[in-house]
Nanobody, 128 residues
Framework: QLQLVESGGGLVQPGGSLRLSCAAS????????MGWFRQAPGKEREGVSC????????YYADSVKGRFTISRDNAKNTVYLQMNSPKPADTALYYC?????????????????????WGQGTQVTVSS
């Protein structure tokens, strides 16, 4: 069974930093495009950042570009989202997802396909 488990969420001050982790079990991440998504109360879920399975290409939503960094460690079967200089607007439930299909990082983050696996989410609250 494909499983993704997110961790690392919590309360962080504006301008601080936080690193989210997404650990996979039941499958090997090597062949999966991976993405981070978020959903704030009253808002639609949105793709934050995605990374390809092959060439390491990445995509970032404009709202996080220059502040967040996605990375993957296939040896640890884990994907990360480094959040630097978070803002209150980044407060949301963050999910990771994976897909094995041939897919661009832009399409991966478009959040309009049936992904192979989803995590349960980790809450990030940015507040002073």
């Amino acid at each position: 069974q494909l499983q993704l488990v997110e961790s690392g969420g919590g309360l962080v001050q504006p301008g601080g930093s936080l690193r989210l982790s997404c650990a996979a079990s039941g499958f090997t991440l090597d062949y999966y495009a991976m993405g981070w998504f978020r959903q704030a109360p009253g808002k639609e879920r949105e793709g934050v950042s995605c990374i390809s399975s092959s060439d390491g290409s990445t995509y970032y939503a404009d709202s996080v570009k220059g502040r967040f960094t996605i990375s993957r460690d296939n040896a640890k079967n884990t994907v990360y989202l480094q959040m630097n200089s978070p803002k209150p607007a980044d407060t949301a439930l963050y999910y990771c997802a994976g897909d094995s299909g041939p897919i661009s990082v832009q399409a991966m983050c478009a959040d309009d396909i049936l992904y192979d696996a989803w995590g349960q989410g980790t809450q990030v609250t940015v507040s002073s």
